[in-house]
């Protein structure tokens, strides 16, 4: 084809003029060439995907009579106008709240410049803002004591702690009589004999403590040491990948029951010959387990949780109860996480006083295989000359493979390699699910991460569920302000089910069905009650499926056949927030009918995947709901949770595994032969920093734990001597 003819000399020039006007008399027509029907219809398509493929433009351009590329463009320009749209409306609020803030500060300007002493009442006459402040936080030192004493006080006549914060009320924790003695002087035996539970000092107001063990190491690390510790890490990935991926020879067999993957130790010992047997005892055990499944988060989201301490505890509160990065060894190539590489410290927990935690220090990597995919391996890893404390538990080469998915989703699939040496025997109640690797398995892992993304993404819906009972939460704000609280208070449960620093539980009570174990610490965080605090749990198995016992604990009718301290009256939800696929994943505000308590409400989470479930709850000031509805900050709320979790026994091993999250009411439903629930109590013995427990207060424990049990088993059926 020749193209020069449209660019001849100087006799052209006047058809270049013709031509260019009729181009721009097109362009003119082109600008308004949408018809009404035409904008209805890419406006409908638009609120369905706001990118939609080569194949979907087609289809629009032969139902509207429009060329694929003006769909393109169309689509192009309405997601710039709809980008303007949202960055005028964000940048409205930012103005707003920098309005505001600049008021504020206006206000606290001059508030500062009228001080008034409040020794004689006169107008301060300092020039130094310095001076005034420090006056001012040495007067409030002098005003916290004074305050402290007067609480402790007046806590012995009104049977609660008063709070240090002016605009909320104290919550209501208990009126049982909990006889203290505070042991001012180690050599007083005023008060009765003490029990000598030490307390655990330095509770998380989060419930996400990060105490690293006593001898955990502080040094540096050499450039040998990394150098070693980077061929483990690089090791242990290829390793992880060829059991991601591989299956030649068959390495991965699946149970009858439930498809539950478990690793072929024979094939895996030819295969990786050596790996394995670090313990060199021929009774260790091996725990390993393979599962995959679908996960409401970006794949990019999850390596960045997952390579941050502090939100992998966040992301797996009921598993990971203590998380620490010791040191990074290498960081990630081009600001991105592919490549880093990290000496980490971690406890894990089974929801029960009678499950110690595993407690091991580890390597863990991070390497993007493809585009999209991305691999993180985890492996034991002996800290340089440090005697390990942990030799009962090794963790081989675990972790994930995350493949991005076009919807926005990842698929995940989990890997989890344990070798056990159990120096000290397994309580009865936990030996089959524990040997069967449920307690610890892939499993576990996966549906928890399904069931917190579930929850990440329901908290990010800016509309009111159908079931928020007549709007009582007003607005998106509150929505996110509750679900905050609620989770502050299962981490909160979480964490004090396993005491810190390796800590154990101190059994005050044994019987044949149940032994009552109690841990105190000391809280002094914004978040709980100043205080010490005392954690009371008990296990006990029942012949009823695990689905059952969590809708009966969830459930607010069924409520006051288990509560002892709502005296059998009824409650009735007043507030209801879904936040997972599951009915049963929900935060309820509950309201009791006894009017001597109006002031008071229940916040309650419930939540379940398919290695268990838990229902947690706490009493909550009215004033202090208000504030969390209205969307403002609720971290001084203070709250001290109760609850209960539920567990499979592991007697059908086969109904613990494959399908995650989804998989839930199936596995925790009638695939196991019984359910093991803890009973767990939390109660403020005493605002005094050295108050102890007495035998009275021992009693008074068991006492409320021994009658929530039998009116558990009255409820549900179960004869007092069920037991394993």
Same mark, same amino acid.
């Given at each position: 084809?020749?193209?020069?003819?449209?660019r001849?000399?100087?006799?052209?020039?006047?058809?270049?003029?013709?031509?260019?006007?009729?181009?721009?008399?097109r362009?003119?027509k082109?600008?308004?060439?949408?018809?009404?029907?035409?904008?209805?219809?890419?406006?409908a398509?638009?609120?369905?995907?706001?990118?939609?493929?080569?194949?979907?433009?087609?289809q629009?351009?032969?139902?509207?009579?429009?060329n694929?590329?003006?769909?393109?463009?169309?689509?192009?320009?309405?997601?710039?106008?709809?980008?303007?749209?949202h960055?005028?409306?964000?940048?409205?609020?930012?103005?707003? !709240?920098n309005?505001?803030?600049?008021?504020?500060?206006?206000?606290?300007?001059?508030?500062?410049?009228?001080i008034?002493?409040p020794?004689?009442?006169t107008t301060?006459?300092s020039?130094?803002?310095?001076?005034?402040?420090?006056?001012?936080?040495? !007067?409030?030192?002098?005003?916290?004591?004074?305050?402290d004493?007067?609480?402790?006080?007046?806590?012995?006549?009104i049977?609660?702690?008063?709070?240090?914060?002016?605009?909320?009320?104290?919550?209501h924790?208990s009126?049982?009589?909990l006889?203290?003695?505070?042991?001012?002087?180690n050599?007083?035996?005023?008060?009765?004999?003490?029990?000598?539970?030490d307390l655990?000092h330095?509770?998380?107001?989060?419930?996400?403590?990060?105490?690293?063990?006593?001898n955990?190491?502080?040094?540096?690390?050499?450039?040998?040491?990394?150098?070693?510790?980077?061929?483990?890490?690089?090791n242990?990935?290829?390793?992880?990948?060829?059991?991601?991926q591989?299956n030649?020879p068959?390495l991965?067999?699946?149970?009858?029951?439930?498809?539950?993957?478990t690793?072929?130790?024979?094939?895996?010992?030819?295969?990786?010959?050596?790996?394995?047997?670090?313990?060199?005892?021929?009774?260790?055990?091996?725990e390993?387990s393979?599962?995959?499944?679908?996960?409401?988060?970006?794949g990019?989201a999850?390596?960045?949780?997952?390579?941050?301490?502090?939100?992998?505890?966040?992301l797996?509160p009921t598993?990971?109860?203590?998380?620490?990065?010791?040191?990074?060894?290498?960081?990630?190539m081009?600001g991105?996480?592919?490549g880093?590489?990290?000496?980490?410290?971690? !406890?894990?927990?089974?929801?029960?006083?009678?499950?110690?935690?595993?407690?091991?220090?580890?390597?863990?990597?991070?390497?993007?295989?493809?585009?999209?995919?991305?691999?993180?391996v985890?492996?034991?890893?002996?800290?340089?000359?440090?005697?390990?404390?942990f030799?009962?538990?090794h963790?081989?080469?675990?972790?994930?493979?995350?493949?991005?998915?076009?919807?926005?989703?990842s698929?995940?699939t989990w890997?989890?390699h344990?070798?056990?040496?159990?120096?000290?025997?397994?309580?009865?109640?936990?030996?089959?699910?524990i040997?069967?690797?449920?307690?610890?398995?892939?499993?576990?892992?996966?549906s928890?991460l399904?069931?917190?993304?579930?929850?990440?993404?329901?908290?990010?819906?800016?509309?009111?569920?159908?079931?928020?009972?007549?709007?009582v939460?007003p607005?998106? !704000?509150?929505?996110?302000?509750m679900?905050?609280?609620?989770?502050?208070?299962?981490?909160?449960?979480?964490?004090?089910?396993?005491p810190?620093n390796?800590?154990?539980?101190?059994?005050?009570?044994?019987?044949?069905?149940?032994?009552?174990?109690?841990?105190?610490h000391?809280?002094?965080?914004?978040?709980?009650?100043?205080?010490?605090?005392l954690?009371?749990?008990?296990?006990?198995?029942l012949?009823?499926?695990?689905l059952?016992v969590?809708?009966f604990?969830?459930?607010?009718?069924?409520?006051?056949?288990?509560?002892?301290?709502?005296?059998q009256?009824?409650v009735?939800?007043?507030?209801?927030?879904?936040?997972?696929s599951h009915?049963?994943n929900?935060?309820?505000?509950?309201?009791?009918f006894n009017?001597s308590?109006?002031?008071?409400?229940i916040?309650?989470?419930?939540?379940?995947?398919?290695?268990g479930?838990?229902?947690?709850?706490?009493?909550?000031?009215?004033?202090?709901?208000?504030?969390?509805?209205?969307?403002?900050d609720?971290?001084?709320?203070?709250i001290l949770?109760?609850?209960?979790?539920?567990?499979?026994?592991?007697?059908?091993?086969?109904?613990g595994?494959?399908?995650?999250a989804?998989?839930a009411?199936t596995?925790?439903g009638?695939?196991?032969?019984?359910?093991?629930v803890?009973?767990?109590?939390?109660?403020?013995v005493?605002?005094?920093?050295?108050?102890?427990?007495?035998?009275?207060s021992?009693?008074?424990?068991?006492?409320l734990?021994?009658?929530?049990?039998?009116?558990?088993?009255?409820?549900?059926?179960?004869c007092?001597?069920?037991?394993?």
């Amino acid at each position: 084809m020749d193209f020069s003819g449209g660019r001849g000399g100087g006799g052209s020039s006047a058809g270049d003029h013709h031509d260019g006007g009729s181009d721009s008399h097109r362009r003119r027509k082109r600008y308004h060439r949408h018809t009404a029907h035409q904008i209805q219809s890419l406006e409908a398509m638009f609120k369905e995907c706001q990118h939609p493929d080569e194949k979907t433009r087609n289809q629009l351009s032969r139902e509207l009579n429009l060329n694929p590329r003006q769909i393109k463009f169309w689509f192009q320009n309405r997601r710039t106008q709809m980008k303007a749209q949202h960055e005028r409306s964000d940048n409205c609020v930012l103005r707003s !709240e920098n309005d505001k803030i600049r008021c504020e500060n206006i206000a606290m300007r001059q508030a500062l410049e009228n001080i008034i002493c409040p020794s004689c009442g006169t107008t301060s006459i300092s020039d130094d803002p310095y001076f005034d402040e420090q006056k001012l936080r040495i !007067e409030n030192a002098h005003l916290k004591e004074e305050l402290d004493r007067i609480s402790g006080i007046a806590s012995k006549y009104i049977g609660r702690p008063i709070q240090q914060l002016p605009p909320l009320q104290p919550i209501h924790v208990s009126s049982l009589d909990l006889s203290m003695s505070s042991n001012n002087n180690n050599n007083s035996n005023f008060g009765g004999t003490s029990l000598g539970l030490d307390l655990i000092h330095g509770n998380n107001s989060s419930g996400l403590m990060t105490n690293l063990p006593l001898n955990a190491p502080t040094a540096g690390i050499s450039d040998i040491d990394k150098s070693l510790m980077a061929d483990v890490a690089a090791n242990a990935m290829d390793e992880l990948i060829r059991l991601l991926q591989g299956n030649e020879p068959p390495l991965w067999t699946k149970s009858d029951a439930g498809g539950r993957e478990t690793l072929d130790l024979e094939s895996y010992e030819r295969l990786f010959r050596g790996s394995y047997g670090r313990l060199k005892n021929p009774n260790a055990r091996i725990e390993a387990s393979r599962d995959s499944g679908v996960v409401i988060m970006s794949g990019l989201a999850l390596v960045g949780m997952f390579m941050d301490s502090n939100k992998w505890m966040e992301l797996f509160p009921t598993i990971v109860s203590r998380a620490r990065i010791i040191e990074v060894i290498s960081s990630g190539m081009m600001g991105s996480h592919s490549g880093t590489l990290q000496l980490m410290y971690e !406890e894990l927990q089974v929801l029960s006083a009678l499950v110690p935690t595993r407690q091991v220090y580890f390597l863990r990597l991070c390497q993007q295989i493809d585009q999209g995919t991305w691999a993180i391996v985890d492996v034991s890893y002996d800290v340089p000359h440090q005697e390990s404390p942990f030799s009962s538990a090794h963790k081989l080469p675990s972790g994930c493979l995350i493949q991005d998915m076009p919807n926005g989703y990842s698929k995940v699939t989990w890997v989890e390699h344990w070798e056990i040496e159990d120096k000290a025997p397994i309580h009865h109640l936990y030996r089959e699910l524990i040997h069967s690797g449920l307690a610890f398995g892939a499993e576990r892992w996966l549906s928890t991460l399904q069931r917190i993304c579930e929850r990440f993404a329901c908290s990010m819906v800016s509309g009111n569920s159908t079931r928020d009972l007549g709007g009582v939460i007003p607005s998106a !704000e509150g929505k996110k302000s509750m679900i905050g609280l609620a989770q502050r208070m299962v981490n909160i449960f979480c964490c004090c089910i396993n005491p810190c620093n390796g800590q154990q539980w101190t059994t005050i009570s044994g019987q044949a069905e149940y032994e009552v174990r109690a841990a105190l610490h000391k809280s002094t965080d914004l978040g709980q009650p100043n205080g010490v605090i005392l954690s009371a749990a008990a296990t006990v198995w029942l012949p009823i499926p695990p689905l059952n016992v969590f809708n009966f604990f969830r459930d607010e009718r069924t409520r006051p056949q288990w509560d002892v301290m709502s005296n059998q009256n009824p409650v009735q939800e007043i507030a209801h927030i879904a936040n997972g696929s599951h009915p049963g994943n929900c935060i309820s505000v509950l309201r009791g009918f006894n009017s001597s308590q109006n002031n008071t409400l229940i916040l309650q989470e419930s939540c379940m995947d398919s290695s268990g479930s838990t229902v947690v709850y706490c009493p909550v000031d009215l004033q202090a709901v208000n504030i969390a509805m209205s969307g403002e900050d609720t971290s001084y709320i203070p709250i001290l949770p109760s609850g209960f979790t539920i567990s499979p026994d592991g007697r059908d091993a086969g109904g613990g595994g494959g399908g995650g999250a989804a998989a839930a009411a199936t596995s925790s439903g009638s695939s196991s032969a019984g359910s093991l629930v803890t009973v767990v109590f939390q109660i403020l013995v005493s605002n005094l920093p050295n108050a102890r427990m007495t035998p009275e207060s021992v009693t008074t424990v068991n006492n409320l734990i021994g009658n929530t049990v039998r009116q558990i088993k009255a409820a549900l059926n179960v004869c007092s001597d069920d037991g394993r």
